[in-house]
C-alpha cells in the first residue's frame, strides 16, 4: 500500500485554536501537546486509531458533494486551496478534513481570527507558479484536521478504506494511452459483458454502472469518486470495471487506492504538453501505472518508441502486442500477439484482421469501427480481456458485435439521397488526425471535407502541425473553433492556417468560417454532395463548447442532423430543447 505521510492530527475549533508555548497560534509547531489527537502514520490501522471515535462514512474532494459522515480531503489546486471551501464542507455534515501544511495552517489561523490566507505552490511537473489563495474562513464547529503531506495521494487509500476496498471484489481494467483509450476500453467493456454481464465503465465519454449512464465530469474520475462508484458496483452485482487512465488522472492519484488486475498502454504521442511539460515526463506519469502496487499485470502495444521502452522496463508481467502487420522490427517480431494481416473494408463499417497468438495460432477478429487504428483498438481490447480472463473466443465475438461509440467514428449521417457521409471523430493530436484521415479515405469516392480547430489554453505547438496534416490528407478545408476558452479564437485559427501555408501557400480549398462551428458545419454539408464525406474533429462526444470562460451546450451530431434537415432539430439542438432555449 502506497505510504501514508506522516504528519499531526489536531483538533481546529471555531471558537479558536490553543496557544502555542511562545504565546502564538502560528504554525503548526507551535501546537501544544494537548493538541494533537495523533498521528497519520504508513498504515491504515493508525490512521483508523487518529480517527477513533468519529464515524466516517464517506470521502470527498468537492465541498459541494460533501454529505454528512463524510472526510473532506482539502487538497491544494492550481487556482485555490480546498482548505478555503473546508468550513462550506464541514458545514455540509463533514466530520474531519484532510489537508497539507498549508492549508492547515490557514485553518488555524482562521480559527484564531487572523487572516487564514494560504500559499500554494503548485507541483513544478504541472505548473511552477505561486497563486496566493484567498482568506479561509474558520470551520462552523470543531472536527478532527488530520494533516498529510500530500492530501490528494491520501484520498484514495481513505476511500478504498472507508468503502471497504470494493475493488478487490471486481476483476478491474485500466486502459491508458494518448490515443485510443475510449475506444479500447469500449471494446473491453463489451468482452467483459459478455463474460460477466454486468459491467461498471467510466471514462472521457460516460460513467456507466450496469444500464445507468450519466455524463463524465473528466476523463479519470477523483479518486474518492472512483471508489464510490465501486462501492455502488459491488452493491449492484456489478461483476467488473474497465476505466480510462488519463495522464493527469494517473499524476494526480485519481487512481490511489486501485491495484488494477489488467492495465492496457495504447501508445503515447504528442499531447498535454501544456501539462507536463515534455514527453519524458508525460510518458512517466503513464507508465507509472505499471508498478506491481497498481496492477497485477499489462497488456503494452509495442508500435512505438514509448510503448517498447514500457514493456522493456515495466517491473510487472506484461503481454506485448504489435498491431502493424507491415512492422518487422525487432520488437514487433517478437511481440507475444501480433497483427499479421488486417483488410480495411471499403465499405466503412469495420476492418478484419487476423491475430496471431503467444502459442502461434491464428485467430480472425473484426474491428467495428474503420481504420487500421481501430484494428489496433480491437486487438488491445482482445488481449486485455483475454488477460482478465475472458475466453479468446468469447473476447473476439464480443469486440467484434460491440456497438457504436459516441464520437469516435460514428456515422451520423448516411451516405444518400443527395447528402455526403457525416462522421463525427474525437482526433484532436497530429497523429489522431492521421488515423481519422486515412481511416475515412478508402470509404470516399468523392472529396473528404474536414471541418476542424483545435482547442484554446493548451499545447499551442501542435496547432500548425493539425494544420498540415489537414493539408496533407483532406481535399477541402474548412478551419473553425474547438473551445477557444480564455483565448483569442483568431489567434488560435491563424496558427492553424500557417501549418496550412506549408502545403497550400495559396489556401486552395480552404474555408475559414469565424461566426460559430455550427456554421462551419453547415457550410461543409451545403457545399457537399453524396459521393463526398464531412468529418468533424476534434470534440467527439462532447455536448458543450468552452468560449471565454462560458460552457455553451453544444454538439457536432446535432448539428449535422439539422444540417441535412432532420425535423428533430432545430439550431443545433434537439427541437424541444431548442424551443425552450434562451441562449
Wanted: charged share 20%; with cysteine; proline share 5%.
Amino acid at each position: 500500500m502506497a505510504e501514508l505521510a506522516a504528519a499531526y492530527a489536531l483538533t481546529v475549533a471555531s471558537e479558536g485554536v490553543p496557544a502555542s508555548p511562545d504565546g502564538t497560534a502560528d504554525g503548526l509547531d507551535g501546537v501544544p501537546d494537548d493538541a494533537l489527537h495523533g498521528t497519520v502514520g504508513s498504515s491504515r490501522g493508525t490512521l483508523e486509531a487518529v480517527l477513533d471515535g468519529v464515524l466516517v462514512t464517506g470521502v470527498t474532494v468537492a465541498s459541494d458533494e460533501a454529505r454528512a459522515g463524510d472526510l473532506f480531503v482539502a487538497v491544494p489546486g492550481l487556482r485555490a486551496h480546498g482548505a478555503r471551501f473546508a468550513a462550506a464542507a464541514v458545514a455540509a455534515g463533514a466530520v474531519a478534513v484532510v489537508t497539507d501544511e498549508v492549508g492547515a495552517r490557514a485553518l488555524l489561523r482562521a480559527a484564531a481570527g487572523e487572516a487564514g490566507d494560504a500559499t500554494v505552490d503548485s507541483d513544478a511537473t504541472v505548473d511552477s507558479a505561486t497563486d496566493a489563495v484567498p482568506q479561509v474562513p474558520p470551520l462552523p464547529r470543531a472536527v478532527p484536521v488530520l494533516v498529510a503531506a500530500d492530501p490528494r495521494a491520501l484520498a484514495g487509500e481513505l476511500a478504498d478504506t472507508v468503502y471497504g476496498r470494493p475493488s478487490d471484489d471486481l476483476v478491474t481494467v485500466a486502459v491508458t494511452g494518448t490515443n485510443g483509450k475510449t475506444t479500447t476500453a469500449y471494446f473491453v467493456d463489451a468482452a467483459l459483458r459478455a463474460q460477466h454481464g454486468s459491467v461498471a465503465l467510466l471514462g472521457t465519454v460516460e460513467v456507466r454502472l450496469g444500464d445507468v449512464a450519466i455524463e463524465s465530469p473528466r476523463t479519470t474520475l477523483e479518486a474518492p469518486a472512483l471508489h464510490g462508484v465501486l462501492a455502488a458496483a459491488r452493491e449492484q452485482g456489478v461483476a467488473a470495471l474497465v476505466t480510462e487512465a488519463s495522464s493527469q488522472g494517473i499524476a494526480l492519484h485519481r487512481l490511489a487506492g486501485m491495484r488494477f488486475d489488467v492495465v492496457v498502454f495504447t501508445n503515447l504521442q504528442r499531447d498535454h504538453l501544456d501539462y507536463h511539460g515534455t514527453m519524458e515526463r508525460y510518458f512517466a506519469a503513464k507508465a507509472s501505472i505499471f508498478s506491481p502496487e497498481r496492477a497485477a499485470r499489462g497488456v503494452v502495444l509495442v508500435d512505438d518508441e514509448w510503448g517498447r521502452r514500457l514493456a522493456a522496463a515495466s517491473p510487472i508481467p506484461v503481454a506485448t502486442l504489435a498491431t502493424h502487420p507491415d512492422d518487422d522490427s525487432a520488437a514487433a517480431t517478437a511481440a507475444d500477439w501480433r497483427v499479421v494481416s488486417a483488410d480495411i473494408g471499403l465499405d466503412g463499417v469495420g476492418s478484419a484482421f487476423v491475430l496471431r497468438g503467444p502459442d502461434g495460432t491464428e485467430h480472425v477478429a473484426h474491428s467495428p469501427l474503420p481504420g487500421l487504428v481501430n484494428v489496433s483498438n480491437a486487438a488491445a481490447a482482445v488481449v486485455a480481456a483475454h488477460e482478465a480472463g475472458v475466453p479468446l473466443a468469447v473476447a473476439i465475438d464480443a469486440v467484434a458485435a460491440a456497438t457504436a461509440i459516441p464520437g469516435r467514428m460514428e456515422r451520423v449521417v448516411e451516405r444518400g439521397q443527395g447528402h455526403a457521409l457525416c462522421i463525427v471523430d474525437y482526433a484532436h493530436t497530429p497523429d489522431a488526425l492521421v488515423y481519422a484521415l486515412e481511416a475515412v479515405r478508402p470509404i470516399t469516392p468523392g472529396r473528404l471535407v474536414l471541418v476542424f480547430g483545435s482547442d484554446g489554453d493548451r499545447d499551442q505547438g501542435k496547432r500548425p502541425m493539425l494544420g498540415e496534416i489537414a493539408a496533407r490528407l483532406a481535399d477541402v478545408l474548412v478551419v473553425t473553433d474547438e473551445n477557444p476558452r480564455s483565448e483569442d479564437p483568431a489567434a488560435i485559427r491563424a496558427a492553424i492556417l500557417d501549418g496550412v501555408r506549408t502545403l497550400r501557400p495559396d489556401l486552395t480549398d480552404v474555408v475559414e468560417i469565424t461566426t460559430s462551428r455550427a456554421d462551419a458545419l453547415r457550410h461543409a454539408v451545403a457545399t457537399t454532395g453524396e459521393g463526398d464525406t464531412v468529418i468533424v474533429t476534434g470534440k467527439g462526444h462532447e455536448p458543450t463548447q468552452e468560449i471565454a470562460g462560458v460552457f455553451h451546450r453544444y454538439n457536432d451530431r446535432f448539428v449535422y442532423l439539422e444540417a441535412v434537415g432532420d425535423p428533430r432539430y432545430r439550431d443545433g439542438r434537439p427541437r424541444e430543447v431548442a424551443a425552450g432555449a434562451t441562449t
